[in-house]
Nanobody
Framework: QVQLVESGGGLVQAGGSLRLSCAAS????????MGWFRQAPGKEREFVAA????????YNVASVKGRFTISRDNAKNTVYLQMNSLKPEDTAVYYC???????????????WGQGTQVTVSS
């Protein structure tokens, strides 16, 4: 059983930056693909980015490519999401998730964190 705990959310002005962290425990971190998803009020959960154990990455290009960067530190059992040039439409609860498949499909992710709120003011 993998436990995931996100941190780093908060309130930021448009154009600003935040770095989210997700600390994992209870499993073999390096064997999991780690993903970030987000959910805005009244909207469906949306894929943001994922990273394999060997640091191959995929992004929701339409929404975040060029502004967000996913990375992981297998020694620290932690995955990060660096978010730059933030926009009000990035406002959402951001979730960290783990799976054994290299995928953007949220249904394939077995473990989820509790989420961290990111609010971008205009």
């Amino acid at each position: 059983q993998v436990q995931l705990v996100e941190s780093g959310g908060g309130l930021v002005q448009a154009g600003g930056s935040l770095r989210l962290s997700c600390a994992a425990s209870g499993g073999t971190f390096s064997s999991y693909v780690m993903g970030w998803f987000r959910q805005a009020p009244g909207k469906e959960r949306e894929f943001v980015a994922a990273i394999s154990w060997s640091a191959y990455t995929i992004y929701n290009v339409a929404s975040v490519k060029g502004r967000f960067t996913i990375s992981r530190d297998n020694a620290k059992n932690t995955v990060y999401l660096q978010m730059n040039s933030l926009k009000p439409e990035d406002t959402a609860v951001y979730y960290c998730a783990a799976t054994t498949s290299y995928t953007r499909d949220y249904a394939s992710y077995n473990y989820w964190g509790q989420g961290t709120q990111v609010t971008v003011s205009s």
